[in-house]
């Protein structure tokens, strides 16, 4: 079946740690989103991509770096200068019909 | 820029009653709208959205929109809430951003509490 895979769904970082989330789709979508989700916060913009090689920053881009060297895959790196890493990530794409498809996303803890 | 708002953190409802989840919206143009639905501890999953045409939109496991231009409102509903539609739900609006890449825009989020 196609669809999103997100991992890992849970990781634990210690202050000062990169971590890299990673997200790939079967579905054959161009477009792809990585959002950051904290309660009561919603869900916020980190990056997103429409073709391979190319992205664009949403609203809280900083402390976070992505790649797209295939269509497939567009993994999240959370470096050290993210100042508040601690929240639940979620990668989507984007459906031919106009909606996103999430996938399950991957919590992450700095201890 | 597009946005969404959703005025209540939270919506208790009694089983069998009729709920309503609300969102306005603040777009330029014409907005394309949706609504997702979150379990605990999981992604989101699309319910509905509004493009052009009739105002009222039907979506999955029963739920419906009412797209109104006048008030800048896509409110959520279901005739007949089940406790099992307790859960969060999250509206959201499509926005044009750089390169031309479509960005889409999250209200906070609304809890739904559905009472036995």
């Known amino acids: 079946d196609g669809g999103i895979t997100q991992s890992p769904k849970y990781l634990f970082r210690k202050e000062g740690q990169n971590v890299t989330l990673s997200c790939e789709q079967n579905?054959?979508?161009?477009?792809m989103y990585w959002y950051r989700q904290d309660p009561g916060q919603g869900l916020r913009l980190i990056y997103y991509?429409?073709?391979?090689?190319?992205?664009q920053k949403g609203d809280i881009a900083e402390g976070y770096s992505v790649s797209r060297e295939k269509k497939e895959s567009f993994p999240l790196t959370v470096t050290s200068a993210q100042k508040n890493p601690t929240a639940f990530y979620l990668c989507?794409?984007?459906?031919?019909?106009?909606?996103?498809?999430f996938g399950e996303g991957s919590r992450l803890t700095v201890l | 820029a597009q946005s969404v708002a959703q005025p209540e953190d939270q919506v208790n409802v009694a089983e069998g009653n009729p709920l309503t989840v609300k969102c306005t919206y603040s777009?330029?143009?014409?907005?394309?709208l949706f609504w997702y639905v979150q379990y605990p501890n999981r992604g989101l999953q699309f319910l509905l959205k509004?493009?052009?045409?009739?105002?009222l939109v039907k979506g999955s496991y029963g739920f419906e929109a009412e797209f109104n231009k006048s008030q800048t409102s896509f409110h959520l509903k279901k005739p007949s809430a089940l406790v099992s539609d307790s859960a969060l739900y999250f509206c959201?609006?499509?926005?044009?951003?750089?390169?031309?890449?479509?960005?889409?825009?999250f209200g906070t989020g609304t809890r739904l509490k559905v009472l036995a």
């Open positions: 959201a609006v499509r926005d044009l951003g750089t390169s031309g890449t479509y960005k889409y825009i």
């Open positions: 509004y493009i052009t045409g009739d105002n």
């Open positions: 777009v330029s143009g014409n907005p394309y």
């Open positions: 579905l054959n979508h161009d477009a």
């Open positions: 991509s429409q073709i391979v090689n190319d992205f």
């Open positions: 989507a794409s984007r459906v031919n019909t106009g909606e996103l498809f």
